[in-house]
């Protein structure tokens, strides 16, 4: 079973804190600007009650955390998960304003959420529950200030109660206006296409790239993926075209491993009907440490944060850790990693192809267009691939580690951004 995010001895916030100061570091930061982004901008914690199907009221606690909008306006994802609070929602802004600014796109960083256990409310609970969270958020979100979008828990279905909930607090003739308030929408609803898969996407061409650096073949490689969810699944789904065999799987039901293949497909499906990995039939369960210790040449961690930790990394045996969660390792698990010669593709560079499929999406809105898929992929691989192109490049400039060279990069445009703006008054 996957470890919760403080398993590792250090809380996410000072995962991120530690990072973003050590790149600073690097860098040689301006103190000034250093200041400034290492504070969140706002932080919204709302309280509501929500009526259940059976007629009694819960009150719930909801955050939204504008760490940075140098760039853009505030963008990230909402979650549902029982660990929810806001030394979490305070590390995950933070990575979102770093993600857009390596991807070079104009948005700064925002996390949000809501503590509970959505598996234990029903359709319509979830659906009050998620209006009465937007209602309750008000003005602290909009097209043009702060965008929220789908993380754990939540889906496309989450943003259109989103979206008809805040359309509804709008004057009727500025309500088609405003369908950009979120993204990850339903494709009728203003969504865009490739969105559901963009993240493991993103982490496919992230690793197409990486073997031609290292003129590894893909054809005859092995991985394995941490939580089947959304960007694990996809991420499997979307290498096996490259030649990448699935060898193994984890989430919070189980761990199951074949090393002959697992059919990411087959698995995918398997999962939406009976909520996790666990008992799929043609794989054998093993444990969480015969899991991490897989041989294989790619590992994709695609769960929660702080799985590889000084416990867990001794324990991998491959070529390249493929990061789509965010913060899925901490300091310690950093060190190990490198020490071990393992390639890294951190979070911040690697998991972005949503935040850049949003970003699209959201233009497409704003523009009252649609685009081809196509169009959708072409445009990500170039993004992404320019963000990589970049950390690369600083992580020989500075002879660092690719995090910290993940960054710099991030650091150098908000750096330059500040500079050229100055600071108000």
Request: charged letters at 25%; one cysteine or more; glycine letters at 10%.
């Amino acid at each position: 079973m996957m470890s919760g995010d403080r398993h590792g001895g250090s809380t996410v916030y000072e995962n991120v804190v530690a990072q973003f100061d050590r790149a600073a570091e690097t860098m040689g930061l301006d103190p000034s600007i250093r200041k400034i982004l290492a504070t969140t901008a706002n932080e919204v914690v709302v309280h509501f009650p929500v009526r259940l199907d059976s007629g009694k009221i819960e009150m719930f606690t909801g955050y939204r955390v504008q760490h940075n909008n140098a760039l853009g306006p505030y963008k990230g994802g909402l979650r549902y998960h029982p660990a929810v609070d806001i030394d979490e929602v305070r590390a995950l802004a933070t990575w979102m304003t770093w993600k857009s600014a390596i991807v070079d796109i104009p948005f700064g960083g925002a996390k949000g959420g809501v503590q509970c256990d959505p598996s234990k409310y029903s359709q319509a609970e979830l659906e009050r529950l998620t209006r009465r969270f937007a209602f309750a958020l008000g003005s602290n979100i909009g097209p043009e200030y702060d965008i929220p979008a789908p993380d754990v828990n939540t889906n496309a279905q989450t943003m259109a109660w989103i979206l008809d909930t805040y359309l509804s607090m709008m004057p009727p003739q500025e309500r088609n206006r405003c369908v950009h308030v979120v993204t990850g929408k339903p494709i009728e609803a203003g969504g865009s296409l490739g969105r559901e898969k963009a993240t493991g996407q993103g982490i496919a061409y992230c690793i197409e790239q990486w073997s031609k650096d290292r003129s590894f073949d893909l054809s005859s490689a092995t991985c394995f993926v941490q939580g089947f969810g959304n960007v694990g699944s996809w991420a499997a789904r979307l290498l096996r075209p490259l030649g990448v065999t699935l060898v193994a799987a984890e989430d919070h039901t189980g761990a199951v491993a074949h090393p002959a293949g697992i059919d990411p497909d087959r698995l995918a499906q398997y999962v939406r009907e009976r909520g996790g990995v666990a008992g799929f039939p043609g794989a054998k369960p093993v444990d969480h440490r015969g899991f991490l210790s897989t041989k294989a040449d790619i590992f994709v961690p695609a769960a929660l944060e702080n799985q590889i930790t000084k416990e867990t990394a001794p324990l991998l045996t491959v070529r390249l850790v493929a990061e789509g969660a965010n913060g899925p390792t901490d300091i310690e698990g950093d060190r190990i990693l490198q020490e071990r010669k393992i390639d890294l593709i951190p979070d911040i560079l690697c998991n972005s192809g949503g935040v850049i499929v949003s970003y699209f999406e959201w233009l497409q809105n704003k523009r009252s267009e649609s685009w081809d898929l196509e169009e959708v992929d072409a445009k990500l691989r170039r993004r992404i691939l320019g963000g990589y192109d970049r950390v690369r490049a600083a992580a020989e400039e500075f002879k660092t580690d690719w995090r910290t060279a993940a960054y710099v990069v991030a650091l150098r445009r908000l750096h330059t951004v500040y500079t050229r703006r100055g600071i108000f008054p």
